[in-house]
């Protein structure tokens, strides 16, 4: 069967968003997220997961047969931050699961590869990005363990502070959240109100938009006061993985788990109710972009670190690591790197694709209103 044109892939995902969300869906953060799809590859790539979960096995077929683990899906620089464990401690690590499904556990690795090469930060080449996540896989299968930056990571730590010019910003973005068109639905109320500290709190909702592969799923934000001084949970609509519709596979409910695996000090406040995700929002749980920072999200160490925790999270919810050494064993020596040119020549190629498609969608839409515009124009004069 021929593969869909990014155009024709775009409207098939948006029709089933539809169809899962009724209602709620946000039209308007579509067209947001078709802008940001338009705005080169990097954000391409993060926009478009379902698009790289119906494609990369036929780009990549001598990936199909690795060993299948819980796996984040829909990896790449910008889906790591920080967050606060059960004991306070300032952890750091995977931080979106939205995606996550049973697949071949080679996918993330070419998947987080692909998206530090597309960020193209100076001095990083294919060669040297895989060879950095690579290596730190296998740190990270040797020796599993969660990043916590309160006792070692001190040069991550570094980058991750909060400023106090980020902390007055996240308040301000806070604060300037819009009131929706709409009453939030009552079960979004009631799930930011169970994310809350104590029961009872009140609270002002508003509708968030942010992020990119989400864009059109409902976002709310819940802020309160809580011992004299505010407290933001959010509360966003999950629909079923886009691995498991273009490929099949288990339940999509077993990846509830894969935030709290065992090699993980997870955020004690993201939960999973239903199709509801609902986490704290903070100041200090910060993410670095790589619109700001590439260099930052690319050097060696934080490359490695986020193989190493993909490695952990890849470990923390089965017993997959005899299988997945035997399977990176008998792999060529090349392998990432191979499988990372042919994605990244695709998602190049496709954002193309969807730049055009949008100039010519842009330039017809003149056209109507300078048809339209003469045509009044024409009726004033004849009148």
């Not at 077929?61 to 690795?66: K, R």
């Not at 790591?80 to 306070?88: K, M, Q, V």
Request: with cysteine; charged share 25%.
């Amino acid at each position: 069967m021929a593969r869909m044109t990014i155009s024709e892939s775009t409207r098939e995902y948006e029709t089933r968003l539809r169809t899962q969300l009724g209602e709620e869906i946000v039209e308007k953060d579509l067209r947001a997220k078709h802008r940001k799809m338009a705005d080169g590859p990097f954000s391409f790539l993060r926009a478009t997961y379902w698009r790289w979960a119906e494609t990369i096995l036929d780009l990549c077929p001598e990936l199909t047969g690795a060993p299948p683990v819980l796996a984040v899906g829909d990896i790449h620089l910008e889906n790591f931050g920080t967050w606060r464990d059960a004991e306070g401690r300032l952890v750091w690590g995977v931080n979106d699961f939205d995606e996550a499904a049973e697949m071949p556990y080679v996918l993330d690795l070419v998947r987080l590869a692909t998206s530090a090469v597309l960020a193209r930060a100076r001095g990083r080449t294919h060669a040297k990005v895989c060879a950095q996540v690579f290596n730190g896989y296998l740190l990270g299968l040797a020796n599993p363990r969660p990043v916590v930056l309160d006792h070692d990571h001190a040069w991550l730590r570094r980058l991750v502070v909060v400023s106090e010019g980020e902390r007055k910003r996240f308040w301000q973005k806070m604060d300037a959240l819009a009131a929706g068109e709409t009453a939030p639905p009552p079960r979004y109320v009631a799930a930011l109100a169970a994310a809350m500290p104590d029961p009872g709190i009140e609270m002002v909702i508003r509708r968030r938009k942010a992020g990119a592969g989400s864009l059109g799923r409902p976002r709310w934000v819940g802020i309160g006061q809580w011992h004299c001084a505010p407290v933001v949970r959010e509360a966003k609509a999950m629909v079923p993985p886009a691995w498991t519709r273009a490929n099949g596979g288990p339940d999509p409910a077993q990846r509830s788990q894969i935030a709290s695996g065992r090699y993980r000090a997870p955020d004690p406040w993201l939960a999973l109710t239903g199709n509801i995700a609902t986490r704290r929002l903070s100041p200090n749980n910060r993410k670095i972009e790589a619109d700001d920072d590439a260099a930052d999200l690319t050097r060696p160490a934080m490359l490695g670190l986020m193989g190493q925790e993909l490695a952990a999270i890849h470990l923390g919810t089965g017993n997959g690591r005899t299988a997945i050494e035997r399977d990176l064993q008998q792999r060529p020596r090349n392998w990432l790197r191979a499988a990372v040119e042919n994605a990244e020549d695709f998602v190049r190629r496709d954002c193309k694709a969807w730049q055009e498609s949008m100039e010519q969608n842009a330039k017809a839409t003149r056209r109507d209103i300078e048809d339209t515009m003469r045509g009044a124009g024409a009726t004033e004069n004849n009148s």
